[in-house]
């Protein structure tokens, strides 16, 4: 009803005034048309929000494997060492900023694929991008383990208190290595001065 009352209004428009009655009638200027406005960028955000989206990969069944081994068997080998649980608590975030700056990364030309820490330049700009993504996890994942732990008074209480903050933080590494990758094809000349 309300279409055939703005038609209705556009032709008794256009009989009264001609074209020029008409055109005046809309809402829309030539400029918006050719040129249309530009959704709301908030410079810092939209930029941030735009190179999450692009290092955000989803994995593929070996990387999974592979990564479900190694942060199960890790947090496994601290539970029933407990020792070792401090420790590696201090350095989780290490292992995953190189998994990260090398996920992805072409084979070297002498053979052998895959994760290798010692292959190579480390100081390469989605590396060192790789490592303060990994730190600045790393310390979110603290502070949520922590509080999970404390909110909850069976588990702080307990005697693997320690565990179980160590526990919930490589969780959140894990899926940290999971799904982000820093490198980028075509970047493997690009090599800092550190």
């Known amino acids: 009803m309300r279409q055939e009352q703005e038609d209705a209004a556009r032709v008794s428009k256009l009989e009264d005034e001609g074209l020029?009655?008409?055109i005046a009638m809309t809402t829309d200027s030539v400029d918006?048309?050719?040129k249309p406005k530009q959704k709301l960028r908030i410079p810092i955000l939209s930029s941030l929000f735009e190179y999450i989206v692009s290092i955000w990969t989803p994995p593929d069944e070996k990387w999974r494997k592979?990564?479900?081994i190694i942060w199960g068997v890790s947090s496994v080998a601290c539970l029933v060492a407990p020792p070792l649980t401090e420790s590696f608590a201090k350095v989780n975030w290490l292992p995953a900023g190189g998994m990260i700056g090398y996920r992805g990364m072409p084979a070297p030309e002498g053979g052998g694929g895959g994760y290798n820490p010692f292959r190579g330049k480390r100081n390469k700009k989605h590396q060192i991008v790789a490592m303060f993504i990994s730190v600045w996890s790393w310390v979110v994942a603290k502070g949520v383990a922590e509080k999970v732990v404390r909110g909850v008074p069976a588990?702080?209480?307990?005697k693997s208190a320690e565990w179980f903050k160590f526990a919930i933080t490589q969780a959140a590494m894990a899926g940290l290595v999971l799904y982000t990758q820093t490198y980028k094809e075509g970047e493997e000349g690009k090599d800092l001065m550190i």
């Open 32 to 34: 918006d048309i050719i």
């Open 20 to 22: 020029e009655g008409l």
């Open 66 to 68: 592979r990564q479900i």
């Open 155 to 158: 588990l702080a209480a307990s």
